[in-house]
């Protein structure tokens, strides 16, 4: 594994201002939506349909509550794209900011840690979840065609996995560590 | 039509869930919340279901011998709220009688709750895992130190620590 810690400063720098739209607030499906468990599709991420998409993942991220990434199959887009933001999150440690990443494919992952994640997709449940806590990914920004590493840890890592499964039509439910890791989401405020 | 439990236990054997949610879905009942385990080699489980009493329970009377099988009429169904803040209580050490009592008993006392709860002996080694919601007037260092002092009369560990949840 290389350059853990060291951030990719093409995705560091980037900014959703660079799409030049606003984006709209989507509404964010639930499961057992079908499109939750659908593959995405590759995406070109030059296309204007593409963009604005990037942008709506965005604007519908920043009005939600606790949410640190949202992927297109949950506002209803099966497609190879996500936005992601965990900056101030307290298990954060390497951070890119916000950014978009298309086709993105994990090419290296290592250290694997338990941890229990939730879903706006899923609202009332949580499951434990093995995951790395080390990884490599490659992807391509919206608005660009070089395809760039993303090697990050902690949290990044962890929500970074999430959204790549969700591109890939799978849930936190598809990977929990047992028959007991699943459970009813405890919201105390 | 009515919320049922179902509790099945018994020697373990090849087919049980299938044989008993089988003979369910014949009498068109919809299973709701399940849970199942082997304890020790028994089979146990329980079945929260809506459907008609009388024939759930005269669908599951071929299937009683070996396994111990009620079947009950709930309440309307209640929403479990939260009473506070939720944590992990896991307790292990060698076995002997009262942990789970004196552990629990303290939780109570802290005017908290136990929503999830295993135990496993294991040789000489007792383990408990449970999850547990405290209120907020529960004062944690000193249901920390209370469970401390308990855990060190009867000789085992204890740790209860926040359950954490990312939403991702």
């Given amino acids: 594994m290389t350059d853990i810690g060291h951030l990719n400063q093409a995705l560091a720098a980037?900014?959703?201002?660079?799409?030049?739209?606003?984006?709209?607030?989507?509404?964010v499906v639930r499961a057992p939506h079908p499109v939750l468990a659908t593959e995405g599709a590759t995406v070109d991420p030059l296309d204007p349909v593409m963009l604005a998409l990037a942008a709506d993942l965005v604007?519908?991220?920043?009005?939600?509550?606790?949410?640190v990434g949202l992927a297109a199959p949950q506002v209803g887009v099966a497609a190879q794209m996500f936005a992601l933001d965990v900056t101030?999150?307290?298990?954060?440690?390497?951070?890119?900011?916000?950014?978009?990443?298309?086709?993105?494919?994990?090419v290296e992952s290592s250290r694997?840690?338990?941890?229990?994640?939730?879903?706006?997709?899923?609202?009332?449940?949580?499951?434990?979840?093995?995951?790395?806590?080390?990884?490599?990914?490659?992807?391509?920004?919206?608005?660009t065609t070089d395809e760039i590493t993303l090697s990050t840890d902690a949290f990044e890592a962890r929500?970074?996995?999430?959204?790549?499964?969700?591109?890939?039509?799978?849930?936190?439910?598809?990977?929990?560590?047992?028959?007991?890791?699943?459970?009813?989401?405890?919201?105390?405020? | 039509m009515s919320q049922l439990a179902v509790t099945v236990i018994g020697p373990d054997r090849p087919g049980i869930i299938a044989d008993v949610t089988e003979a369910l879905a014949q009498v068109g009942v919809n299973l709701e919340d399940s849970t199942m385990t082997l304890l020790r080699g028994h089979f146990a489980m329980m079945i929260v279901c809506t459907g008609p009493f009388g024939p759930v329970k005269e669908a599951l009377e071929p299937l009683r011998g070996e396994l111990v099988i009620t079947v009950r009429e709930m309440g309307p169904e209640t929403a479990h709220a939260p009473?506070?803040?939720?944590?992990?209580?896991?307790?292990?050490?060698?076995?002997?009688?009262?942990?789970?009592?004196?552990?629990?008993?303290?939780?109570?006392?802290?005017?908290?709750?136990?929503?999830?709860?295993?135990?496993?002996?294991?040789?000489?080694?007792?383990?408990m895992t449970a999850e547990v919601e405290l209120p907020p007037s529960a004062e944690l260092p000193m249901l920390m130190r209370a469970l401390e002092i308990t855990a060190e009369e009867l000789g085992v560990g204890v740790s209860l620590r926040p359950t954490e949840s990312d939403d991702l």
């Fill in chain 2, 83 to 127: 009473l506070g803040a939720p944590y992990i209580l896991s307790v292990h050490g060698a076995d002997r009688p009262g942990i789970v009592s004196a552990v629990t008993r303290m939780i109570a006392t802290a005017g908290g709750t136990v929503t999830d709860l295993t135990t496993r002996l294991s040789g000489e080694l007792y383990v």
């Fill in chain 1, 112 to 143: 694997q840690e338990k941890s229990r994640e939730g879903c706006m997709s899923v609202p009332d449940l949580t499951g434990d979840v093995k995951r790395p806590t080390r990884l490599s990914v490659t992807g391509v920004l919206p608005g």
């Fill in chain 1, 14 to 27: 980037w900014s959703p201002a660079q799409l030049g739209l606003a984006g709209d607030v989507l509404e």
């Fill in chain 1, 88 to 106: 101030g999150h307290p298990k954060t440690r390497t951070c890119h900011g916000v950014f978009v990443l298309c086709n993105a494919v994990v």
């Fill in chain 1, 59 to 67: 604007a519908t991220m920043r009005v939600s509550p606790g949410c």
């Fill in chain 1, 159 to 189: 929500a970074v996995q999430h959204e790549i499964d969700h591109c890939n039509g799978l849930l936190f439910l598809d990977r929990v560590a047992g028959a007991h890791a699943v459970y009813p989401r405890k919201v105390y405020l």
